[in-house]
């Protein structure tokens, strides 16, 4: 499996992003999806899955401003992100799980992509 993050940069808070996350063929009818973010000096976290099925869940942190979706026919899945705030400011990195059910755990997931840098400034 083989992951491609982008679509980070810099913008200002209130703005949105869209992540994209490039996968190989059918990564998605046999992985949990997931996106996880690294803030300076902080652990990676959790921010948002999507089932084989494409169920989702987020973590609560996001208060509903996150929204992950994949396209089938593109092999790509998203992130996107809306009203964001400076503590948005991390590397974004997707990953994918062959375990089923809800994967908030790094260790979950085995194989990940490289990260995408978002600044948002105030």
């Avoid at 499996?1 to 190989?24: E, F």
């Avoid at 990564?27 to 084989?52: D, L, V």
Wanted: charged share 15%; proline share 2%.
């Amino acid at each position: 499996v083989q992951l491609q993050a982008s679509g980070g940069g810099l913008v200002q808070a209130g703005d949105s992003l869209r992540l994209s996350c490039a996968t190989s063929g059918r990564t998605f009818s046999s992985h949990t999806m997931g996106w996880f973010r690294q803030a300076p000096g902080k652990e990676r976290e959790f921010a948002a899955q999507i089932s084989r099925s494409g169920s989702a869940y987020y973590a609560n942190s996001l208060g509903g401003r996150f929204t992950i979706s994949r396209d089938k026919a593109k092999n790509t899945m998203y992130l996107q992100m809306n009203s964001l705030k400076p503590e948005d400011t991390a590397v974004y990195y997707c990953a994918a799980s062959s375990l089923y059910g809800r994967q908030t755990g790094v260790g979950s997931y085995t194989y990940w992509g490289q990260g995408t840098q978002v600044t948002v400034s105030s």
